[in-house]
């Protein structure tokens, strides 16, 4: 039986992305890069200064990317603090807080995290809060869930971990613990069995706590 669990925010607790990506697209046409962030090869999980630096690489005289991640970055408070939860979200870390500690280990900034927690409601629902800049590297690096079960001084082969994204489950199973690929209807049935997790769901409304506690 699990003795902690570790949920992701953006994307398993936060419904924020379709918010992150509309917020990105409009800072990238005021700069004048007319594309999507899709279409720029951005991907679901990945850190802010990893998606810079692979822009800075692959397009490299489409924008000034540092004033873009700047903008964007600043953006992201006010985005965390309006996203809505996801169905289930609440009731789900409410029910497993009363049974084991939780962490929340999340790619985004430590201001977004906060600013998401609270405005939620679910500060209290963390004992342990793990962020980007908390860490020297992000995810899939296996660094943010090795911190976030050292910080619940629990073994991470204890520690089951909700990821909604490849980075995210590779980061967890990394760091040895044993992983729930939430919203697994984004990706083919041939990814998710490339991804590895342990279980994958569509939503967190057909799990609860004895699926995670006994996984």
């Known amino acids: 039986m699990a003795k902690a669990a570790i949920f992701d925010m953006d994307g398993?607790?936060?419904?924020?992305?379709?918010?992150?990506?509309?917020?990105?697209?409009?800072?990238?046409?005021?700069?004048?890069?007319?594309?999507?962030?899709?279409?720029?090869?951005?991907?679901?999980?990945?850190?802010?200064?990893?998606?810079?630096?692979y822009l800075k690489h692959k397009f490299p005289a489409m924008a000034d990317w540092d004033k873009v991640y700047t903008k964007y970055t600043q953006a992201i408070n006010d985005c965390a603090s309006k996203a809505p939860l996801f169905g289930g979200a609440m009731q789900l870390v409410t029910a497993v807080s009363n049974v084991v500690p939780l962490a929340l280990c999340s790619n985004s900034p430590r201001s977004a995290v906060d600013a998401a927690l609270s405005s939620n409601n679910l500060s209290s629902s963390f004992r342990v809060t793990v962020s980007?800049?908390?860490?020297?590297?992000?995810?899939?690096?296996?660094?943010?869930?090795?911190?976030?079960c050292r910080l619940l001084k629990t073994h991470p082969k204890d520690c089951v971990a909700l990821e909604d994204s490849a980075p995210g489950i590779a980061s967890a199973k990394a760091a040895g613990c044993k992983t729930i690929l939430v919203n697994s209807n984004h990706y083919s049935k041939l990814e998710v069995e490339q991804i590895g997790a342990d279980l994958a769901v569509e939503t967190l409304k057909q799990i609860n706590k004895k699926t995670i506690l006994e996984i």
């Open 12 to 53: 398993v607790v936060l419904d924020s992305e379709p918010l992150y990506y509309e917020t990105y697209r409009s800072i990238l046409s005021k700069a004048g890069v007319h594309r999507t962030p899709q279409e720029l090869g951005i991907k679901i999980g990945g850190t802010l200064d990893g998606e810079r630096n």
């Open 132 to 148: 980007r800049d908390d860490v020297n590297k992000g995810k899939p690096d296996p660094e943010p869930y090795a911190k976030a």
